[in-house]
């Protein structure tokens, strides 16, 4: 029993730093109609859903894998899907693909969509999403910012220097963070970000920087939030974002192909990611039947398929496994009762909300840069001298930081791969859903090109 509580609060400590993430990158963006979401709200929201979710799976999955608010996929939806329509019709979209996970869980056809796309290009994804989460903390913590010039487009700070207070304190962060990391800290992550938000409110109380941007901002100042004391530490949860979804609106404003297209990779980035988790967390602790499977499969997808679409519900972007649920198990956790634990003090993290809200993006950013790290390690599982993965699992790593978009890159990837094998005469090697799957980023990368010659 006493490993299993271990376990829950190491996991606890490894992932908590999802309840500022999550706000500030949901934060960061604005939908059509220039309408952001709340920080606490989504605080508050993030960690009830991250408690109830990792509960669910410790009950019916019986299996130490905590649930929580997906990076990657929150940055979809905050960057891509909601500036084309409102924030309930990005989150019903959200809303639409756990719906459809549930449905490829409980027809078993899960199984058969997850092994059309070769388990390379699979790692490419999450390789791709991690330079993505990294260059989006660069840029929200003016690290990198536009030059305004033709060449090059973007640079180091401010006239190619770290000449910011804000900008000292993220560099700072960063370095902490990643000594923590390389010592295997336990909570490093969640250290670092509370680590760079005390240094922030330090020297915002000596330097008096202020906010960047506005009628009394400046490009030195601190991004989204200015660090300071804040007035209350606690309060009653802000739970008003829950339910706050529209499953059709969606698809009248931007169109069918182009809400389509988005399901159909909110699917992609979560459906491959939870079955990666799974077996690597069960691989951890020595929990992997003969076969290589994991005990109650199933059930613990389902309850994953389940958190995809409560998460769209309550507004936090789409709900999944945690790879941080390793560190979990390396203390001990083998059963569901760890999630009990880890569960309970998401739960308790909901009246801390109130603390988002003197978060820089200075001193979160950190946290996005040392993950998209985490995710970039995998890198080393693709064979580079094999050309027919190697190029189509570099162009969807490269394309999607570079064009601030997951789904261009996982388009790419997709009609390169199946290019290359019809161009070698391998049709064959090619899974017959690949094919639909490529037809549809075809289309998706030609609506513009189709709108223009219809209309």
């Known amino acids: 029993m006493s490993r299993e509580v271990r376990g829950g609060l190491a996991t606890f400590f490894t992932m908590a730093y999802i309840v500022v993430l999550n706000p500030l990158i949901l934060g960061g963006g604005k939908d059509m109609d220039g309408a952001t979401l709340p920080l606490a709200a989504v605080a508050a929201a993030t960690a009830l859903m991250a408690g109830l979710l990792t509960i669910l799976m410790g009950v019916v999955g019986r299996f130490p894998l905590a649930l929580a608010a997906g990076l990657g996929v929150n940055a979809l939806v ?60 660069f840029v929200d913590a003016g690290f990198v910012r536009s030059t305004g010039q033709g060449s090059p487009p973007i640079g180091l700070g401010i006239g190619g220097k770290i000449v910011t207070w804000p900008g000292l304190v993220f560099v700072i962060g960063l370095l902490v963070t990643i000594v923590l990391v390389a010592r295997k800290v336990k909570g490093a992550i969640l250290i670092g970000i509370i680590g760079s938000t005390i240094l922030a409110i330090i020297v915002e109380a000596i330097a008096q920087v202020g906010p960047m941007g506005g009628p009394a901002g400046t490009p030195a100042g601190w991004a989204l939030n200015v660090p300071v004391v804040p007035d209350k530490w606690v309060g009653v949860p802000d739970l008003s974002l829950l339910g706050n979804f529209n499953v059709l609106g969606g698809w009248k404003t931007a169109g069918i192909v182009v809400c389509a297209m988005f399901v159909f990779t909110l699917l992609l980035t979560d459906f491959f990611d939870t079955m990666g988790t799974m077996v690597a967390v069960a691989q951890e602790g020595g929990m992997l039947t003969e076969d290589g ?112 978009s997951i789904s261009n890159g996982i388009g790419a990837g997709v009609i390169t791969y199946v290019l290359i094998k019809a161009s070698k005469g391998k049709l064959r090697d090619v899974h017959p859903l690949l094919w639909i799957v490529a037809l549809l980023f075809v289309v998706y990368f030609a609506v513009g090109a189709l709108e223009k010659l219809v209309f």
Do not use: C
Request: aromatic share 8%; proline share 4%; glycine share 8%.
């Open 293 to 404: 499977m994991v005990p109650r499969t199933k059930e613990i997808l389902l309850v994953d398929s389940i958190a995809a679409a409560a998460g769209g519900a309550a507004s936090t972007s789409s709900n999944t496994s945690y790879i941080e649920s390793a560190a979990g198990v390396a203390e001990g956790a083998r059963t569901g009762f760890a999630n009990l634990v880890t569960g309970g003090l998401f739960l308790l993290a909901m009246f801390l909300a109130p603390l988002v809200t003197v978060v820089p993006f200075e001193a979160a950013s950190v946290a996005l840069v040392v993950v998209g790290f985490l995710m970039m390690t995998a890198v080393r599982n693709i064979d580079w001298t094999d050309y027919e993965i190697g190029i189509p699992a570099f162009l969807t790593i490269v394309i999607m930081p570079f064009t601030y």
């Open 78 to 137: 905050a960057y891509e899907i909601a500036p084309l329509m409102t924030w309930a019709d990005a989150m019903g979209l959200v809303v639409i693909e756990g719906v459809i996970i549930a449905i490829l869980v409980l027809t078993n056809l899960r199984v058969a969509v997850f092994h059309s796309v070769p388990m390379q290009l699979k790692t490419a994804i999450g390789v791709g999403i991690g330079l993505f989460l990294t260059i989006i903390g």
